[in-house]
């Protein structure tokens, strides 16, 4: 099952999934501390797009079996939550702080955590506007971004079963995402608020040890206090009070994850020809913020691609390969709508050279030497979005330099509050420090193909990056 | 005290006391008119009036040049990323903080001491030798009486939209308090109340309309009724002013809103409006994404308008509220 390392599509992966060891497949089991055996999970792409998500039939996928295990987990989030829920468990709905909540969530047994904002990519993967149209009925209409379709989830219960808690941060956020939460609470979900805090430099000097923002220790206070009460709500929720140790044994979990992330991030990204596609390293990132709902299974998804990643690279392989040089590099700035534009961008001759999904918090360790409420408080200022557009700009032009990027890709987000100031300051500074190729656009909903438009923009801006290329030789 | 510097604010949130009593004149900068200006700093899908405000800034423009400091506070996450960056492309000085969406008891104590960070900051910038809590109360006592005698003659229904309109906005950018006011002598049939985002100096549509057609007209927002202040703070000090405004702000940011909603419900009876209309700016996610709920809870007929300051909004505009109003004619005939 080693070889080829290239990528395929969903129907071929088909005859090669049967070819899987059954040692292998009988590993990949999620929820074995709820189901007796666990539940297997190891289904195709392609059988995955039967059930509804049809963009899978236009990507390609990585060929080794552990990437496969990847898709199959992710796309499985769905079935773990309904038979969590049957077998007793209770379900929390996070939202908007992509990654902190999970920290304190996860303290708790006997319950799943999912965030409710994945939803966001739910009407590309599907090619189908169901969630919006019912989040259009109850008014979160088509200005807002797509994080809307959490609505329709919310009232269909299509996606997830119905929340015991929603854990919703608010204030220093989206308008877009803080309206669709408000009209969450307005169809009779329970919805526990706090406060996101915007970092502001303070008198007293205090940067976070990790990410190096600086923060006022007021503030800091405060925060802490909104997520002592989020532990709270939880207790309550699930009926159990938390002890420091439950939390500590939290962060150390999430610590052990995020190292994995982050190591895979440096392993690839740092790559000339990197040992994984960009598809699969946008799902594993993704995994760091919330476990995908499994806080045990995730470890091995994640190992088992890591270890790949490590043979491709002292084997000389990668998925990318068929180029005579190795592929232009590109930094990508917001998780795209429409995944299917990452295999279009590697179809051009490139790769990804860094990301700026949102998350990129959530690859920082969380602080040990202190308490598990200070850490997770520390690492909610870490958060870029909380930033201003600037500093995000700077900390996009410093991994820019480390990845070695040749070129800086922003698809915006059409409603998202934060994108019409974010776009500009991030094209400008890259530009005006790295003088290198940035292109803007956002991302149209286009079920059942690449927007022509997008499709243009993204040859263009493939063409004038190898140029640049060539002209700097 | 010569009120010689003015401290530049935006949302009725802020305790405007506060810079009375730190020596400089509020100035809640709600005006329009800058927005192309804007337009050439930032993506133009951005909420108009925060376009408008960092374009007159960057231009000096009006009521924004003579801003001297701005009291950046971090309310909806456009007019946060606005005074984000607000000082690296104007030079304009920014003393920020974050008004909270929570509403709990906590997130009013932090917001009273975030106030008093800025102060503190003010005064170590220099804009400022110190704060005087009696200047501070005595000034906020004749705001609030001043706000009673325009709360009463607006819910009377009985001044004409165009002049209540530049009452109110008087009263927010000029600080002039009435006394009283000069009230006629019957309430028009048609009575609609308006609620929704800011409606700023320069921006007349609504209530300009209104008076065309012989309406009355009700400003519940936070240019209106919703940015008058209420609560009588304990005393000067900056926590209880900062507390006070706190407690009084009832905009639909909050989280939870219920309170807003209800607020709104309860002024719409009081002033006996026959309609609301609900007039929310392009992109204010907040206002307009509540639409259907105001529909669904709101006792009277609701007209939804989106505008956006620009020319042709106010043909769209006039049309519509004449429709509105016909129809409510015809239901209270």
């Known amino acids: 099952m080693r070889d080829p390392v290239k990528k395929l599509t969903a129907r071929e992966w088909e ?100 965030y409710a904002d994945e939803l966001w990519w739910a009407p590309c993967f599907a090619e189908s506007t169901h969630l919006l149209d019912h989040a259009s009925d109850l008014g979160a209409t088509d200005e807002l971004c797509f994080v809307r379709a959490v609505l329709g989830a919310m009232k269909t219960l299509d996606y997830f079963p119905r929340p015991d808690l929603c854990v919703a941060g608010v204030g220093a956020c989206c308008d877009d995402f803080s309206a669709v939460m408000q009209l969450v609470e307005g169809i009779g979900i329970p919805v526990h608020w706090w406060e996101m805090t915007t970092p502001i430099k303070g008198g007293s000097g205090c940067v976070t040890p990790f990410g190096g923002v600086p923060y006022s220790a007021r503030d800091l206070a405060f925060l802490r206090g909104q997520l002592g009460g989020v532990v709270r709500a939880l207790g309550e929720t699930l009926g159990m009070r938390c002890t420091g140790e439950m939390l500590r044994g939290s962060v150390n979990r999430l610590n052990r994850l995020r190292a994995l992330v982050r190591n895979l991030r440096e392993m690839v990204y740092g790559a000339d020809y990197p040992p994984l596609p960009g598809l699969e390293m946008y799902l594993a990132e993704f995994i760091a913020i919330h476990t995908c709902s499994e806080p045990d299974e995730c470890f091995p998804v994640l190992a088992g691609l890591h270890r790949v990643a490590e043979e491709r690279l002292s084997a000389g392989l990668s998925p990318l390969a068929g180029e005579k040089e190795p592929p232009l590099r590109v930094y990508w700035v917001y998780p795209p709508t429409d995944a299917s534009l990452i295999t279009l961008l590697e179809d051009l001759g490139g790769c990804i050279a860094g990301t700026d999904y949102f998350i990129n918090h959530a690859f920082l360790p969380l602080r040990t030497a202190t308490d598990p409420l200070t850490a997770v408080a520390e690492n909610c200022f870490d958060d870029r979005l909380l930033c201003s557009p600037s500093r995000r700009a700077d900390e996009i032009i410093r991994d820019v330099r480390h990845f070695r990027a040749e070129g800086v890709l922003v698809s915006g987000i059409f409603g998202a509050s934060h994108c019409p100031w974010d776009d500009r300051v991030i094209q400008e500074k890259v530009q005006k420090e790295l003088g290198l190729p940035v292109m803007v656009f956002d991302v149209p909903y286009s079920p059942g193909r690449v927007s022509e438009q997008v499709r243009s923009r993204m040859e263009a801006f493939m063409e004038i990056v190898r140029h640049h290329r060539e002209k700097k030789r | 005290m010569n009120h010689s510097r003015l401290l530049g604010y935006l949302c009725r949130a802020f305790p405007p006391a506060v810079a009375v009593g730190l020596g400089m004149r509020p100035v809640r900068a709600v005006a329009v008119g800058s927005e192309k200006a804007g337009e050439a700093l930032v993506r133009p899908d951005l909420c108009p009036f925060v376009k408008s405000v960092l374009g007159g800034v960057a231009t000096g423009a009006g009521v924004f040049g003579s801003v001297d400091a701005w009291a950046g506070m971090y309310t909806c996450d456009m007019t946060r990323r606005l005074f984000q960056e607000l000082e690296r492309m104007t030079g304009k000085p920014v003393f920020p903080f974050q008004l909270p969406a929570t509403r709990s008891p906590e997130s009013a104590l932090w917001f009273a001491d975030s106030v008093g960070e800025m102060a503190k900051n003010l005064v170590l910038a220099g804009f400022s030798s110190g704060y005087d809590a009696g200047a501070a109360l005595a000034w906020e006592r004749k705001r609030i009486a001043g706000a009673a005698v325009l709360r009463n003659a607006a819910l009377s229904f009985r001044v004409p939209p165009m002049e209540l309109h530049r009452l109110f906005l008087d009263f927010f950018l000029e600080n002039r308090f009435p006394s009283r006011v000069a009230i006629g002598d019957n309430p028009p049939g048609v009575r609609v109340a308006v609620t929704g985002s800011v409606i700023p100096r320069g921006d007349d549509t609504v209530p300009e309309t209104l008076a065309e057609l012989g309406a009355g007209y009700l400003p519940l927002g936070c240019t209106g009724l919703a940015g008058l202040p209420r609560t009588v703070p304990e005393d000067g000090s900056i926590r209880s002013l900062a507390l006070a405004s706190f407690e009084d702000t ?39 994404t509540e639409k259907e709920r105001f529909r669904r809870d709101i006792p009277v007929p609701v007209l939804v308008l989106s505008g956006d300051f620009s020319p042709g909004e106010r043909g769209r505009t006039g049309v519509r509220l004449q429709a509105f109003v016909e129809t409510l004619e015809a239901l209270h005939a």
């Open chain 1, 15 to 114: 005859p090669r999934a049967r070819e899987i060891p059954d040692e292998f497949r009988n590993s990949c089991r999620s929820l074995r501390s709820m189901v007796p055996g666990g539940v297997e999970y190891l289904f195709t792409p392609w059988e995955y797009s039967c059930r509804g998500d049809l963009l899978l039939r236009r990507l390609r996928f990585d060929s080794s079996p552990e990437a496969l295990r990847l898709w199959a987990f992710l796309f499985s989030e769905k079935d773990r939550l309904f038979l969590a829920k049957n077998a007793g468990a209770k379900i929390i709905a996070l939202m908007k702080d992509l990654g902190q909540t999970a920290i304190l969530s996860y303290a708790f047994p006997g319950q799943l955590s999912f």
């Open chain 2, 250 to 288: 009832k905009c639909i940011r909050n989280r939870p809103n219920a309170d807003t909603f209800k607020w709104i419900r309860e002024q719409t009876g009081a002033g006996g409006a026959n309609g609301l209309v609900l007039r929310t700016l392009s992109f204010c996610d907040l206002w307009h």
